[in-house]
């Protein structure tokens, strides 16, 4: 069996026992008695201390299994098992120390010594003859190995060597090698001595319980990652909310470390890492909804790399301007009124819209509006939000009748016309001037009157809009100061018959 390791402390106890040893086999003085005594007393402060240890490091476990008790349990049990183990092996020797002082006759009351601490006889007694049916040093033997066994299985296999346990039957340099391990350690040793050393055995079997439960302590956290950096991060369901969509965002606090950067790949190629955060940027170049994927490698600290996968959606859509004006919010009424309908942020193809009166047809954001009655309507828009269809909001329009159009005569409305031009018109017309719409009107009806200087007045009423051989023969007489008037003018148009307003009148240059 490998000498375990020990601590310079424990070195140089040792180091201290055996001289002594030597110095009682050349029966020095009983100085070297009392230097037993000093050692002892040393051992046994070095023993509080070390509990203080092992009590600190379970004060730790506790506060692990009330952070993590999933994680910390397995080694906070197994920590159970290391103190039951040393707590019965260390009140066993307790119970060989007391006997061993009580057959020496106790303790002196004035110096607080044992009486008979120089009786070599009775650690043998003890320890190897039987006393009372049982020889106490191999029992301690057997309790020793088995203790240190117990507590090296609490141990991963690939751990074992970075653990000390200074517990051991290791017989003393030296020893006589037909001996067994507790006739080199008791036979024919004084008292003293043999309660000396079985003070360091307890103070090895506190070294072995600190260094174990040291061990399971850092097995809580060997595999966590170590991060120096806090931030707040909120991350929101979407960037865009609709009046009346609830906003929802994750808000927690993430964790990176300045010391080891994470390797980052999206679409498996790999992305510039800047403190901690992996930068992915892409300017796209159509309007749509895309996605992409990939993988955050992080190397743990006991050397294995972990992949944290993630896959995220955009959607891209076009810049959109949007300019009303509010008074001319109009449509007409006989005519077919395009509309151009979209919500930013939702895909035209994800809208709903209805008109409260009228009829509207169309899709994908491209709709026609018709309307048969002067007043106001509603545009309804909902769309698809999260999976559920919501009302987006509402537009009004006022509705209003095609504005007539004028009649024409020659070209114009009213004026003046040169007698050669007005002896040439084929008839009335009618024609709707700066307006958006497209429109024909047809003249249905109308009353022509001639005025001629010194004559009387030619009236006629003509269905339809060209002009009469009796009219044209009349046109023919006209001179410079003639009055022409029409008027009752009747037209068709887009919302069915109906009279112009106004009538015409050319005055003849």
């Given amino acids: 069996m490998a000498r375990p390791k020990e601590t310079t402390r424990q070195r140089l106890i040792g180091m201290m026992y055996l001289v002594l040893l030597a110095l009682l086999a050349l029966n020095v003085s009983s100085e070297v008695l009392d230097a037993f005594k000093t050692v002892k007393d ?20 506790a506060k692990a299994m009330d952070n993590d008790k999933e994680k910390a349990e397995p080694f906070f049990l197994k920590a159970l098992v290391a103190q039951k183990t040393t707590r019965e092996l260390y009140a066993y020797i307790e119970e060989i120390k007391e006997l061993m002082i009580s057959e020496a006759n106790g303790l002196n009351d004035e110096t607080g010594d044992i009486r008979k601490r120089e009786n070599t006889v009775i650690p043998g007694r003890i320890m190897i003859d039987n006393i009372a049916g049982k020889a106490y040093g191999p029992e301690l033997r057997n309790k020793i190995d088995s203790a240190r066994a117990l507590l090296l299985s609490l141990v991963d296999s690939a751990d074992i060597n970075t653990v000390n346990l200074v517990l051991s039957t290791q017989k003393p340099l030296g020893a006589d090698v037909t001996q067994t391990w507790e006739s080199s350690m008791f036979e024919y040793k004084p008292v003293t001595a043999a309660v000396t050393l079985l003070a360091k055995l307890q103070n090895d079997v506190k070294n072995s319980e600190a260094e174990i439960l040291r061990y399971l302590l850092r097995s809580v956290y060997e595999s966590d990652f170590k991060f120096d950096v806090l931030e707040a991060a909120v991350v929101p369901n979407s960037n865009f909310v609709l009046i009346g969509q609830p906003y929802e965002a ?29 930068k992915y940027r892409i300017t796209p170049n159509r309007e749509g909804i895309f996605s992409f994927k990939g993988v955050a490698k992080v190397k743990a600290p006991d050397g294995s790399i972990s992949d944290y996968p993630f896959t ?5 859509g076009a810049p959109v301007a949007v300019v009303s004006a509010e008074k001319m919010n109009v449509l007409y009424i006989g005519v077919d009124n395009p509309m151009s309908i979209s919500v930013p942020g939702i895909p035209k193809d994800k809208l709903r819209v209805s008109l409260s009166e009228g009829n509207l047809v169309g899709s994908a954001g491209n709709y026609v509006a018709k309307v048969s009655t002067p007043g106001r309507v509603r545009f309804n828009v909902s769309g698809e939000v999260n999976g559920q269809f919501r009302q987006l909001g509402f537009k009004e329009f006022r509705v209003r009748r095609v504005p007539p159009p004028l ?17 040439v018109q084929p008839g009335v017309f009618a024609e709707l001037e700066n307006f958006d719409f497209d429109l024909s009107y047809t003249v249905t009806r109308f009353t022509i009157t001639i005025a001629r200087r010194g004559q009387d007045p030619y009236v006629e009423t003509i269905a339809g809009n060209a002009l009469t051989a009796r009219t044209k023969q009349v046109l023919n007489t006209v001179a410079a100061r003639d009055i022409i008037s029409i008027d009752d003018i009747f037209v068709r148009g887009p919302s069915g018959v109906e009279k112009l307003p106004t009538g015409i009148t050319v005055r003849i240059q």
């Fill in 312 to 316: 995220q959606t955009y959607q891209v």
């Fill in 250 to 278: 994750d808000i927690f606090v993430t964790a990176s470390s300045t010391t080891q950067q994470p390797e980052v790949e999206v679409n498996g190629q790999n992305i510039p890492v800047e403190n901690g955060k992996g």
């Fill in 42 to 61: 040393g051992i046994e402060t070095t023993t509080k201390t070390t509990q203080s240890t092992i009590d600190d490091t379970m004060r730790s476990f």
């Fill in 407 to 423: 009649g024409k005569f020659g070209g114009i409305t009213s004026g003046s016309l040169s007698a050669a031009v007005a002896k």
